[in-house]
T-cell receptor
Framework: QQQVKQSPQSLIVQKGGISIINCAYENTAFDYFPWYQQFPGKGPALLIAIRPDVSEKKEGRFTISFNKSAKQFSLHIMDSQPGDSATYFCAASTGQAGTALIFGKGTTLSVSS | GAVVSQHPSRVICKSGTSVKIECRSLDFQATTMFWYRQFPKKSLMLMATSNEGSKATYEQGVEKDKFLINHASLTLSTLTVTSAHPEDSSFYIC???????????FGDGTRLSIL
């Protein structure tokens, strides 16, 4: 499988701070980049996604920044809250019918109050 | 939003038992469903991809005779772990997508424990 490299593995942020998680990919055929949030014992939930024709997408406190030339994308969580404490996965796919997502290894975010 | 229901949420059974896990898309037609396996504090590992009415495509290293996948309708896929052993204990998660370009939506997973 083509890799998606995610960092950091874990992150501790104070309440109100900005959480930043980074991902890098290799396959230039990838054209769909979602972020998923997973709480313990639950399946991943789609948070936000971007396609390579835009460099940034914002939904509420969550922003994806995308750098096509560097083959990198990142998730920014503004005004981080304790309820944001979860594991976050970046992923990528070619977007074709039947093509599976390739996941990063995940980042465990802890937001301290 | 799109809802994917996975059942059961937890199974505990004896070694040698076969276990069936169901994955249903409740409010959309899932042309493609995916089955993942997740170990504690690890990422999701794709096991297989199934398109409705077709045989599943298994990832390298996944035994198709061990993990039987059926996707007989646009709203239901099943994963059967045959003759399960303790090493099959894991968190199994399905996801479903509609047509090309639509996002994947995940079920809440099934915690399988084989004694």
């Amino acid at each position: 499988q083509q890799q998606v490299k995610q960092s950091p593995q874990s992150l501790i942020v104070q309440k109100g701070g900005i959480s930043i998680i980074n991902c890098a990919y290799e396959n230039t055929a990838f054209d769909y980049f979602p972020w998923y949030q997973q709480f313990p014992g639950k399946g991943p939930a789609l948070l936000i996604a971007i396609r390579p024709d835009v460099s940034e997408k914002k939904e509420g406190r969550f922003t994806i920044s995308f750098n096509k030339s560097a083959k990198q994308f990142s998730l920014h969580i503004m005004d981080s809250q304790p309820g944001d404490s979860a594991t976050y996965f970046c992923a990528a796919s070619t977007g074709q019918a039947g093509t599976a997502l390739i996941f990063g290894k995940g980042t465990t975010l802890s937001v301290s109050s | 939003g799109a809802v994917v229901s996975q059942h059961p949420s937890r199974v505990i059974c004896k070694s040698g038992t076969s276990v069936k896990i169901e994955c249903r898309s409740l409010d959309f037609q899932a042309t493609t469903m995916f089955w993942y396996r997740q170990f504690p504090k690890k990422s999701l590992m794709l096991m297989a991809t199934s398109n409705e009415g077709s045989k599943a495509t298994y990832e390298q290293g996944v035994e198709k005779d061990k993990f039987l996948i059926n996707h007989a309708s646009l709203t239901l896929s099943t994963l059967t772990v045959t003759s399960a052993h303790p090493e099959d204990s894991s968190f199994y998660i399905c996801s479903a997508r509609g047509f090309s370009g639509q996002p994947q939506h995940f079920g809440d997973g099934t915690r399988l424990s084989i004694l």
